[in-house]
T-cell receptor
Framework: NAGVTQTPKFRVLKTGQSMTLLCAQD?????MYWYRQDPGMGLRLIHYSVGEGTTAKGEVPDGYNVSRLKKQNFLLGLESAAPSQTSVYFCASSQGGANTGELFFGEGSRLTVL | AQTVTQSQPEMSVQEAETVTLSCTYD???????LFWYKQPPSRQMILVIRQEAYKQQNATENRFSVNFQKAAKSFSLKISDSQLGDAAMYFC????????????????FGQGTILTVHP
């Protein structure tokens, strides 16, 4: 049972570089989310998707883009990385609609922007 | 918009003792879910316990139980017989029961409480 898988787990970038984080889930979930975790601030929602081909902004979307071309994958892109984007990023998924409300999380990806 | 507040940045407990972590939330909705997640140093987010707002009975999972006070919008976590493996960051989280609208099942998290367990 893979569940939710994030790649890469760690990455160091220089300011201005671009990168993509990949999230893959094998539970046939409709909803997928990208969160960032920063000390003292909990997890904050960046973007989310309620189905293949759809995306929407969360609380802190600036500087990020996302795509959901396939139901099982949700990509988070940084076009021009900034030190303020140094964080731990979590992907999560859920069934959507009327359900038990549980989100399933990946193991996180630590990104450092120098 | 909903907000979740954890006012205890750090807590500590002796092994085998009991500790309570506090959480308050603000919402205008009547139907929702509340969660406690545990995050050990491995970073993995582990669901500890879940409470449905329409249920008056407090949820329990082995050594973990909650005190859910809907009117006061309070949702505390009690850990009994604390073990060294309980040491972690604990997050309280809110999720609307309404699938659509502006919520789409997203979780709103508190700031987290670091729990230290002393042997």
């Amino acid at each position: 049972n893979a569940g939710v898988t994030q790649t890469p787990k760690f990455r160091v970038l220089k300011t201005g570089q671009s990168m993509t984080l990949l999230c893959a889930q094998d539970m046939n979930h409709e909803y997928m989310y990208w969160y960032r975790q920063d000390p003292g601030m909990g997890l904050r929602l960046i973007h989310y998707s309620v189905g293949e081909g759809t995306t929407a902004k969360g609380e802190v979307p600036d500087g990020y883009n996302v795509s959901r071309l396939k139901k099982q994958n949700f990509l988070l892109g940084l076009e021009s990385a900034a030190p303020s984007q140094t964080s731990v990023y979590f992907c999560a998924s859920s069934q959507g609609g009327a359900n038990t409300g549980e989100l399933f999380f990946g193991e996180g990806s630590r990104l450092t922007v120098l | 918009a909903q907000t979740v507040t954890q006012s205890q940045p750090e807590m500590s407990v002796q092994e085998a003792e009991t500790v309570t972590l506090s959480c308050t939330y603000d919402t205008s909705e009547s139907d929702y879910y509340l969660f406690w997640y545990k995050q050990p140093p491995s970073r993995q987010m582990i669901l500890v316990i879940r409470q449905e707002a329409y249920k008056q009975q407090n949820a329990t999972e082995n050594r973990f139980s909650v005190n859910f006070q809907k009117a006061a919008k309070s949702f505390s976590l009690k850990i009994s017989d604390s073990q060294l493996g309980d040491a972690a960051m604990y997050f309280c989280a809110y999720r609307s029961a309404y699938a659509g609208g502006t919520s789409y099942g997203k979780l709103t998290f508190g700031q987290g409480t670091i729990l230290t367990v002393h042997p």
